[in-house]
């Protein structure tokens, strides 16, 4: 979490497991130029004899995590060799699996982003290592899933804040998030996509917007810290690609402005930075 694993202010402490997620194009001015160099920095969480999982295993990095949990003698887990998930037949809820055998059946995950479903096997694999400090069983494994954002006020994660329209906002903000915020897009039923969209100024903007729908009508905002893009900068980016709105600088403001043109059989998204939906008024 935070600024990749070496820079990262966790490592102020001694964990019991160190987590990575998936690596992808993020903080390139800090972090590196190839996802070699950026999964190295991420490596720089894996401490000594201390137990680290990778919840996904990317052939393209993978060495670079191994080599750092030898450098540490760390025992190293790729939880996406053990644990899937799978959607079942209503689309309501998830079946979590240990190889060929149903570990949890009909978790209805409050997190409805399509991404989790590649965390999860991640959160599966770090409890099956705390189980040496803190037995967890399967019923609380699965109340925990059930009730994460009730027991930690999660938010922002594929998160319905309205309907007719429907409006959701999410805080994917790297090239692989948002390529799984589109995905779920395009699952969903609406006449017209309105985006409200904004990003800091810290990072190649051009490959993200390059992913965006090109017949979405846009709102391009700034959130109210330093590191944000200038609303009007970032309209001007994003004409250059095709993409077209208008720039009002408020995330509120901007959602209004959409809400304003939207009807009932529309979609409404907020995103493209963490800063972004942290200021939407409703959450």
């Not at 992808?24 to 130029?33: A, E, Q, T, V």
């Not at 209805?108 to 705390?130: A, S």
């Not at 208008?246 to 059989?265: G, W």
Request: aromatic share 8%; net charge negative; proline share 4%.
């Amino acid at each position: 979490m935070g600024l990749g694993g070496r820079l990262d202010s966790t490592n102020v402490i001694t964990p019991l497991v160190s987590v990575i997620t998936n690596i992808s194009w993020d903080h390139k001015d800090l972090l590196g130029n190839s996802l070699h160099e950026i999964a190295g920095e991420k490596a720089g969480i894996i401490k000594h004899d201390i137990p680290v999982v990778v919840s996904e295993r990317q052939p393209e990095v993978e060495e670079v995590f191994n080599k750092k949990a030898r450098k540490e003698n760390a025992e190293i887990f790729f939880a996406s060799d053990e644990f899937t998930v799978t959607l079942n037949s209503y689309g309501d809820s998830v079946d979590i699996l240990k190889g060929d055998q149903r570990v949890l059946t009909g978790v209805k995950l409050p997190l409805r982003g399509f991404y989790q479903h590649r965390n999860i096997p991640g959160v599966m694999k770090t409890v099956d290592v705390l189980q040496r400090n803190f037995p967890v069983t399967i019923a609380q494994l699965k109340r925990g899933l059930e009730q994460v954002v009730a027991n930690t006020g999660l938010k922002g994660r594929w998160q319905q804040i309205a309907n007719n329209p429907t409006v959701v906002c999410d805080t994917a903000h790297n090239y692989s998030g948002v390529q799984e915020i589109l995905r779920q897009i395009s699952t969903e039923k609406f006449n017209r996509l309105f985006i409200v969209w904004g990003m800091v100024r810290d990072k190649d903007v051009n490959p993200i917007l390059e992913l965006l729908p090109k017949e979405a009508i846009y709102y391009f905002c700034q959130a109210g810290i330093p590191r944000a893009m200038d609303a009007k900068n970032l309209q001007q980016e994003a004409s250059r690609l095709g993409l077209h709105g208008e720039a009002i600088p408020d995330v509120n403001e901007a959602k209004r402005a959409a809400l304003a043109q939207a009807t009932a059989d529309d979609f409404v998204f907020i995103g493209g930075s963490t800063y972004v939906v942290a200021e939407i008024d409703e959450l």
